[in-house]
């Protein structure tokens, strides 16, 4: 029985693996992480991917369990899972270290930042008006 855990812990992990294994998943991984929640059409805007691309990607995502959806009036809006499985949490750990690292995340979150100020973030200038995405809460003292 014990035996049996193990396995499916394992294939989970590396079904979560796999999903992260491209680098379009990743800088929206690192979007979905670093807002919160957030709709597709800041995750397209934001990279400058189709709306296709985003949806397959997605999709992928919440195959491997690592991020949910949730309908709101028009939008559906993603968040990350990882607050429910111990090994989302320590993988959580190491992708938060690896988007801090490279440039091209930097510079994701950093295009989001820049949305959310000018207006142009549905996400957070129209559904939550009032919330600050977690990307920016250390830029305004919270």
Same mark, same amino acid.
């Given at each position: 029985?014990?035996?049996?855990?193990?396995?499916?812990?394992?294939?989970?992990?590396?079904?979560?693996?796999?999903?992260?294994?491209?680098?379009?998943?990743?800088?929206?991984?690192?979007l979905?992480?670093?807002?919160?929640?957030?709709?597709?059409?800041?995750?397209?805007?934001?990279?400058g =991917? +189709?709306?296709? %691309?985003?949806?397959? @990607?997605?999709?992928? $995502? *919440?195959?491997?369990?690592? &991020?949910?959806?949730?309908?709101?009036?028009?939008?559906?809006?993603?968040? =990350? +899972?990882?607050? %429910?499985?111990?090994? @989302?949490?320590?993988? $959580? *750990?190491?992708?938060?270290? &690896?988007?801090?690292?490279?440039?091209?995340?930097?510079?994701?979150?950093?295009?989001?930042?820049?949305?959310?100020?000018?207006?142009?973030?549905?996400?957070?200038?129209?559904?939550?008006?009032?919330?600050?995405?977690?990307?920016?809460?250390?830029?305004?003292?919270?």
């Amino acid at each position: 029985m014990q035996s049996e855990r193990k396995d499916t812990v394992v294939d989970e992990l590396i079904h979560a693996l796999k999903a992260i294994s491209d680098e379009s998943r990743l800088r929206i991984l690192n979007l979905i992480i670093n807002a919160d929640e957030i709709c597709v059409c800041d995750i397209e805007r934001t990279l400058g =991917f +189709t709306q296709t %691309k985003v949806s397959r @990607h997605l999709t992928a $995502l *919440k195959n491997a369990h690592l &991020v949910k959806d949730r309908r709101q009036g028009l939008w559906i809006l993603y968040s =990350f +899972t990882g607050d %429910k499985k111990e090994e @989302h949490k320590q993988l $959580l *750990k190491g992708l938060k270290d &690896v988007f801090a690292f490279y440039p091209v995340f930097r510079e994701d979150i950093r295009r989001l930042q820049q949305a959310v100020k000018n207006g142009r973030c549905k996400t957070f200038n129209v559904i939550h008006p009032g919330r600050i995405p977690k990307a920016m809460r250390s830029q305004v003292g919270v």
